[in-house]
């Protein structure tokens, strides 16, 4: 009897022990049908539905990508991949990786070059990013793609967020509900609800909280058939009730006949209320969260300004400076949500100015990057240190130039003295993409470079140029900048153009006809 040589038998063990495993684990199943835009927009829908206590929901949608991951050359796929875990790296999920993300997004818009959710998504990844200008190109790209004007909208909603534009913002979402579909037939991604709720959390930036929870109620009402949008933006409804505005028995009001009362985040709500009324002259109530742990919560939002000193008074807080499960502290989470109330009642009770977290950074960091005149004021009077940066790469000036206050930079610039070359020329550039004439012109005295050498940097000229700054376009031609400059294939005349400012489009064509 003859017997198969032995890589044939290793062979057959190996392809018997594959089949096998594909039966188990259900594989012998009908494969689904190949992913089509309308079912990355469903899954883009469910995601965006998806808040931070709900990870059962973004394991379904894990689950159904998973489907479809053999489909390596259909840039649907790798643009259901890359907004899964951008959702997922928005909701704090930190084992997601950047880079895979980002590989994702580029991988969807190389295989889908004329497919605007492709580059929808690498607009977002670069979002993501912080490299602004390529998403604003991004953009620009898909809307000529003939793309949903609801995802232009959001495209340009989450631009203006990261350039903490809520003004703008705001104005795109409103210009957005009146051209988006109702009705059946939509997906959820591009539909009513979803504009209420991304309307609500800009309005709530703005501080208008009363109005942030209509829209917020209206999205509760108008996803009433879409029920993770509407679990979403009951949570949202809830939050904004008891944690902006401070009204614990709206919220037990509205808890007591919802079916998602059981869900972590409603639970984490209905914990913090007690202290809420508290804080309002009741009675300390029953709490599964000890002080220190609710004051951690309660340093984020603006109840925290009248919450957390209230613990103080009463002597609950065992520790200042105790840490969440990313090193930070109450002050470091009141700079993050901008509340110099919060900080100052923490810096007087003896906090910790200069506590660094998981990431390197500080309370002075978020201070400077939300354009804070108080916060970074008081941090600076109590001796914080702004000469450092976090593990990122950035440092409080960085921040503070990203902010487009200029006040706030000039509070910073005589404290990190002296600053090299390099990161002046970096500086130069990120000062004229936030339109800081004054603080652009500083950085050009004491050194920065208008026409820089590394080929790879955006000329400040095109930044001035993205930001619309007349006054500060002007200074730099009027003081040697290139008019010829280009940056990633396009010339300063390319996104002069783009800037629909004719002023601008006339000072660079000038320039240049002055130098041929």
Request: aromatic share 6%; glycine share 8%.
């Amino acid at each position: 009897m003859r017997f198969p040589a032995p890589q044939f038998r290793l062979h057959g063990l190996i392809a018997g022990f594959l089949l096998t495993l594909f039966w188990i684990t259900g594989a012998h199943a009908q494969p689904p049908a190949e992913l089509t835009a309308a079912g990355l927009q469903s899954l883009w829908g469910r995601l965006q539905c998806v808040h931070s206590t709900s990870d059962a929901q973004l394991d379904h949608v894990k689950s159904d990508i998973g489907d479809h991951l053999l489909e390596t050359r259909n840039p649907y796929v790798w643009a259901g991949l890359a907004g899964y875990r951008l959702r997922s790296l928005e909701l704090g999920n930190n084992h997601i990786g950047e880079l895979a993300t980002i590989e994702a997004a580029e991988n969807a818009a190389r295989l889908g070059p004329g497919i605007w959710e492709a580059q929808w998504i690498l607009a977002m990844a670069r979002i993501h990013e912080r490299r602004y200008p390529e998403a604003q190109v991004l953009v620009a790209r898909i809307e000529k793609l003939s793309a949903d004007p609801t995802a232009i909208a959001l495209a340009r909603v989450a631009l203006a967020l990261a350039m903490h534009d809520p003004g703008r913002a705001e104005n795109a979402l409103r210009a957005a509900s009146a051209v988006t579909p109702q009705g059946p037939g939509r997906s959820p991604y591009f539909s009513i609800p979803l504009l209420n709720l991304r309307l609500g959390t800009v309005l709530r930036l703005q501080r208008r909280y009363a109005d942030a929870s209509v829209a917020f109620r209206d999205a509760v009402r108008t996803a009433a058939t879409n029920s993770s949008c509407s679990q979403f933006a009951r949570f949202s409804l809830a939050e904004t009730r008891l944690l902006f505005q401070g009204d614990a028995a709206a919220l037990e009001n509205d808890t007591t006949n919802w079916a998602e009362s059981h869900d972590g985040g409603i639970q984490t709500l209905l914990a913090l209320a007690p202290y809420v009324k508290f804080a309002n002259g009741g009675v300390l109530g029953y709490s599964p969260y000890a002080p220190d742990e609710a004051a951690l919560e309660l340093a984020k939002y603006p109840v925290g300004a009248r919450d957390v000193p209230s613990l103080l008074k009463a002597g609950l807080l065992r520790n200042v400076d105790a840490l969440d499960g990313k090193g930070n502290t109450l002050l470091a989470l009141a700079a993050m949500a901008n509340l110099p109330d919060v900080a100052g009642s923490l810096i007087k009770a003896g906090a910790n100015v200069d506590h660094a977290n998981q990431d390197g950074e500080r309370a002075l960091g978020y201070f400077c990057a939300a354009g804070s005149d108080d916060g970074v004021r008081m941090l600076l009077d109590a001796r914080a240190q702004a000469r450092y940066a976090d593990r990122a790469g950035n440092s409080p000036l960085y921040a503070a130039i990203g902010s487009g206050n200029a006040a706030v930079v000039k509070m910073i610039l005589p404290k990190v003295q002296p600053i090299d070359r390099k990161t002046l020329d970096l500086l130069l550039i990120k000062s004229a993409y936030s339109g800081l004439t004054e603080v652009a012109i500083e950085l050009v005295r004491q050194g920065a470079a208008i026409n820089p050498a590394q080929p790879k940097l955006m000329p400040p000229l095109i930044a001035a140029i993205l930001s619309r700054n007349r006054e500060l376009v002007a200074w730099l031609l009027a003081h040697g900048a290139d008019s010829r400059a280009s940056y990633l294939g396009r010339s300063s005349t390319d996104f002069a153009r783009d800037s629909d400012d004719p002023e601008i489009l006339r000072l660079v064509i000038g320039a240049k006809v002055r130098n041929t």
